[in-house]
């Protein structure tokens, strides 16, 4: 079993920076990717970005250029840097962890955190 716990949400203006990290523990001696998506009210959850254990990323089209997903194998930590922060990007953001290579499809991540809320304010 694997436990992450997500923090660094919080309420920002609009152009301001947020950074939340993701602490993953239990069963994670083997190698795993990790990503972030998001659920805004009323919406699906969608993808935003993620990691493979050797460091190669990918992001969605919309957060491209203003965030930055890294991650320290040490730690069992996943970062996601938000700069140039939109009200559109209001929502609570989900950690997430993958035995396999990343991918942007939500059911396919194996664990789940218990989310974080960020709050853009224009």
């Known amino acids: 079993q694997v436990q992450l716990v997500e923090s660094g949400g919080g309420l920002v203006q609009a152009g301001g920076s947020l950074r939340l990290s993701c602490a993953a523990s239990?069963?994670?001696?083997?190698?795993?990717?990790m990503g972030w998506f998001r659920q805004a009210p009323g919406k699906e959850r969608e993808f935003v970005a993620a990691i493979s254990w050797s460091g190669g990323s990918t992001y969605a089209d919309s957060v491209k250029g203003r965030f930055t997903i890294s991650r320290d194998n040490a730690k069992n930590t996943v970062y996601l840097q938000m700069n140039s922060l939109k009200p559109e990007d209001t929502a609570v953001y989900y950690c997430?962890?993958?035995?396999?290579?990343?991918?942007?499809?939500?059911?396919?991540?194996?664990?789940w955190g218990q989310g974080t809320q960020v709050t853009v304010s224009s």
């Open positions: 997430a962890l993958r035995w396999l290579g990343p991918t942007m499809i939500a059911l396919s991540w194996d664990y």
């Open positions: 239990g069963r994670t001696f083997s190698s795993y990717s």
